[in-house]
């Protein structure tokens, strides 16, 4: 793998001797995908030592993961995402008029066609996502999303199901002309705790044309610079 295609993969946020932080690119698959290395294999090659995989992100989805680095502290942070003891804050952009400007999304999710997802009335494979939102501009508004579970496609679902599907998601958006450069979605922020100690990760989106919009820029240096202080109902502040 060339050093630009790696490169350009990722960028590592911390190295700890326990695990690594990278604020990972759109357009990467966490595993092998065709002819092109997965997100693991990359940092593996990058680093020169094995890496475990607690969570996940969407291929379109860009920004912060965490890796363990060997199997016990994989196990701690896989039981802590499992568990739910794992905070999370989500950007995504909609150019679509939501039902409800902040609130929880909540259901069970469903296969769907074309490799979609939706939400039902069951319990089954619930999912929970609550989010704020904010106006950018005409025709352009910004989400802080928190899932409290991880679902596949979970905030994709979500803000599809108020009626503001994720700008670029070809899954969930219907298309558009010019077609958007990235699909709108990143993970900002990541909190979680090891070994008694509070780690707080962040890394604002670098890749995308509206994610460069002063309007957003002063959002999250305003109203959302403290994002986990925020009133969120299911959060165990």
């Known amino acids: 793998m060339s050093q630009f295609k790696t ?7 911390e190295h700890t001797p326990r695990f690594v932080v990278i604020d990972k690119a759109p357009g990467i698959s966490m595993h092998k995908d065709d002819q092109d290395a997965g997100l693991a294999m990359l940092l593996e090659q ?8 607690v969570h996940r992100l969407d291929k379109v989805t860009s920004g912060v993961m965490v890796f363990a680095l060997s199997a016990a502290v994989a196990a701690e942070l896989s039981a802590a995402f499992a568990e739910q003891r794992v905070s999370k804050l989500y950007l995504a952009l909609s150019d ?6 902040q609130g929880r999304v909540e259901g069970g999710m469903v296969r769907s066609r074309r490799s979609s997802w939706r939400l039902t009335r069951e319990r089954d494979n619930f999912a929970r996502t609550e989010f ?5 501009q005409p025709g352009l508004r910004a989400f802080l999303c928190r899932p409290y579970t ?8 979500a803000l599809k199901s ?3 599907p ?12 010019p077609i958007p450069d990235r699909t709108y979605l990143h993970a900002w922020q990541l909190r979680f705790i090891l070994g008694k100690e509070l780690f707080v990760f962040r890394a604002d989106p670098s890749i995308g044309e509206l994610f460069h919009l002063p309007a957003l820029d002063e959002l999250l240096a305003g109203d959302w610079s ?6 969120w109902h299911g959060a165990d502040n």
């Open 132 to 136: 704020y939102s904010a106006s950018l």
């Open 162 to 164: 108020i009626g503001a």
């Open 46 to 53: 990058v680093l020169g030592q094995k890496v475990w995989p």
């Open 166 to 177: 994720i700008i670029g998601d070809a899954i969930y958006h219907e298309i558009v002309e």
């Open 96 to 101: 679509r008029k939501p039902s409800k400007k």
């Open 7 to 13: 490169a350009a993969a990722f960028t590592i946020i």
């Open 150 to 157: 991880g679902k596949t496609h979970q905030i994709r679902v």
């Open 226 to 231: 403290d994002p986990f202080s925020l009133r």
